[in-house]
T-cell receptor, first 115, second 111 residues
Framework: AQSVTQPDIHITVSEGASLELRCNYS??????LFWYVQSPGQGLQLLLK??????LVQGIKGFEAEFKRSQSSFNLRKPSVHWSDAAEYFC?????????????FGTGTRLKVLA | ETGVTQSPTHLIKTRGQQVTLRCSSQ?????VSWYQQALGQGPQFIFQ???????GRGNFPPRFSGLQFPNYSSELNVNALELDDSALYLC??????????FGDGTRLSIL
């Protein structure tokens, strides 16, 4: 079955520190992978996506993610966190079956940034 | 370029009532997907509409239904509301399959 696991429910980092959010997926074919960010009371904003090609993808707001097929992972990274990055982050895999294309989301990682 | 807009932003209903949520797609998009996000959870796929036809459904009962209009806007209808239907309902639009762009959602509370 297709699934996405985000092992860390909460992460706290100091402003200026580096960040890595973990994501593992289970999908039979070549996955399309996404990271979204959700601020309180808001919808989901697309940070970056991986479809094919270079396994290191760059996104908005200084985020990047690396696809590692051997580890079934798509971890999100940022070299220096800003206070405005505090939000909830969701990893998703795009799953297409019989013409339907849905996203399967993880349960999210809530990021807290200390001043 | 106008993004995905949803209305209303908040809604309070009681058990047994019916509700309609609305979504305007991003300009140029022909596919709309609806998701339910319960508190503390990731979004769960409800169904998808492509060119006015339902194009797939998640594990939701038939009392969840929808429509897509010729301008690609969409409605989500929920009948016989239950307490567990309290959630944030997200609409996402895309050109064909992806990537999906999300609106800010409708927060539905059932009393």
């Amino acid at each position: 079955a297709q699934s996405v696991t985000q092992p860390d429910i909460h992460i706290t980092v100091s402003e200026g520190a580096s960040l890595e959010l973990r994501c593992n997926y289970s999908y039979g074919a070549t996955p399309y992978l996404f990271w979204y960010v959700q601020s309180p009371g808001q919808g989901l904003q697309l940070l970056l996506k991986y479809f094919s090609g270079d396994t290191l993808v760059q996104g908005i707001k200084g985020f990047e993610a690396e696809f590692k097929r051997s580890q079934s992972s798509f971890n999100l990274r940022k070299p220096s966190v800003h206070w405005s990055d505090a939000a909830e982050y969701f990893c998703a895999v795009g799953a297409g079956t019989s013409g339907t294309y849905k996203y399967i989301f993880g349960t999210g990682t809530r990021l807290k940034v200390l001043a | 370029e106008t993004g995905v807009t949803q209305s209303p932003t908040h809604l309070i209903k009681t058990r047994g009532q019916q509700v309609t949520l609305r979504c305007s797609s991003q300009s140029g998009h022909n596919t709309v997907s609806w998701y339910q996000q319960a508190l503390g959870q990731g979004p769960q796929f409800i169904f998808q509409y492509y060119r006015e036809e339902e194009n797939g459904r998640g594990n939701f009962p038939p009392r969840f239904s929808g429509l897509q209009f010729p301008n690609y806007s969409s409605e989500l209808n929920v009948n016989a509301l239950e307490l567990d239907d309290s959630a944030l309902y997200l609409c996402a639009s895309s050109l064909d399959a992806q990537p999906q762009h999300f609106g800010d959602g409708t927060r539905l509370s059932i009393l």
